[in-house]
């Protein structure tokens, strides 16, 4: 069987995306380093040295430079800026700074995110996204993170609002699946839109600046006659956080898996579909309904995907996954979604939440010596980037 050719715009951008605390290692004043070195820590094992990104990021660059792709999403780490309450880090905010200009070096374009997933301990401790001053400190920090983001174009405020209410801002379960998460907690949920449009307002300061926040989305369905139990589902969990970023310059989907939904909640996957390294079913059409779902409640906002792949120990298989995900995209966007581009998550295998088993990078690493080994799915995307042609190799 011949697989089909996409072409996508000229104007579309094609990436790769990672996280401070997943990839740079050693992320010592953090909320998630205190929970990896508890003594009764709930996860499996602790990033430590991660794929020591801190001190490698130049080479990362560089390689997802040279297969073909155009932009690198890449976070701040809050907790190295602001290690203490007050107390600003002149030599961290040059290290991003430095990861800048080592993007323009390699005529690789920046963005940014200025929060994913982990806090500063002691904003941690004394209760996070719950404490009466969170937006008025994350505001002070994005004000104080403002003056290296003067040519910067990306900017996400904050990564999977929705996912941190539903945590609890990171303190309950590692697992990050909306259907097997709690009601999200109102509270959190409130500041962080609060959060979020008060860094936009910092933000739009800097004219050239376009702005969003990245929302985790998933693909849910009904078990037929539960359209309205899925809706409520929904809602709180994913569809509450698009409606606060319509009209913003853009909104990041990040889809992975779908989800049914019936009368008494989440339906548990098909004991034989096919599963990933994360447990997850796999289901590459997840990134296209995700796309046409918030394209309608985000009111025709435009649509940067920020993070799609999968996590497996085979690569062709992630080829495979890639491809589908990508057609079914080209599909939505050919019914008239803007849609701005599309970054792969990841660039580098990273630290999972918990373990490095999961597999998502384009690139893989020695876990003695951190040398990088590109893999056959970075030229293959690479090769797409540079063409603006979606084809598959194999088939």
């Known amino acids: 069987m011949t697989a089909l050719s996409y072409t996508f715009p000229n104007d579309f951008i094609w990436g790769a995306a990672t996280a401070a605390h997943q990839i740079e290692g050693n992320n010592v004043s953090s909320d998630w380093w205190a929970r990896e070195h508890s003594p009764n820590t709930d996860l499996s094992e602790a990033s430590n040295d991660a794929c020591d990104s801190y001190n490698r990021f130049e080479e990362d660059i560089r390689l997802l430079a040279a297969s073909g792709l155009r932009m690198y999403r890449f976070s701040i780490e809050w907790a190295r800026i602001e290690p203490e309450c007050g107390c600003f880090s002149k030599a961290q905010l ?10 323009r070096q390699y005529g690789v ?16 401790e004394q209760g996070g996204w719950r404490r009466a001053d969170a937006v008025e400190r994350f505001r002070r920090y994005i004000e104080y993170v403002l003056p ?24 309950e379960g590692s697992d990050f699946i909306a259907a097997s998460l709690p009601y999200p907690d109102p ?7 609060a959060a979020h449009r008060s860094a936009r307002e910092v933000l739009s300061s800097v004219p050239s600046i376009k ?6 989305c998933q693909a849910f369905h009904a078990v037929p006659g539960c359209e309205a139990e899925m809706e409520a589902y929904q809602y709180p969990r994913e569809d509450y956080f698009t409606e606060a970023a319509a009209g913003d310059d853009f909104i990041g989907v990040q889809a ?17 579909a096919e599963r990933t390294l994360t447990g997850w079913e796999y289901f590459p059409p997840a990134l296209g309904i995700a796309v046409r779902h918030t394209w309608e409640v985000g009111g025709h906002t435009p649509i940067f995907v920020t993070e799609n792949g999968i996590a497996t120990a085979n690569d062709a298989r992630r080829i495979d996954y890639t491809y589908d995900a990508l057609a079914g995209l080209h599909d939505v966007m050919s019914d008239g979604i803007d849609v701005l581009g599309y970054l792969h998550w990841s660039l580098l295998d990273n630290y999972e939440w918990g373990s490095f088993r999961p597999t998502f990078g384009l690139i893989g690493w020695d876990k003695d010596t951190f040398e990088r080994h590109p893999r056959t799915s970075l030229e293959w995307l690479g090769n797409v980037s540079r063409s603006g042609v979606l084809s598959h190799p194999a088939r």
């Open 187 to 193: 509270e959190i949920s409130e500041n962080l839109v």
């Open 109 to 124: 374009e920046p963005m940014v995110t200025l929060y994913h997933m982990t806090l500063p301990l002691w904003f941690a």
């Open 256 to 272: 992975y898996l779908r989800t049914f939904i019936g009368k008494d909640g989440p339906v548990p996957t098909d004991p034989n």
């Open 94 to 103: 040059l290290h991003y700074r430095r990861m800048i200009d080592t993007c």
């Open 148 to 171: 290296i983001l003067h040519d910067v174009t990306w900017v996400c405020t904050l990564n999977e609002p929705n996912m941190v209410a539903l945590t609890r801002g990171g303190t």
């Open 211 to 216: 702005s969003g926040w990245t929302i985790a």
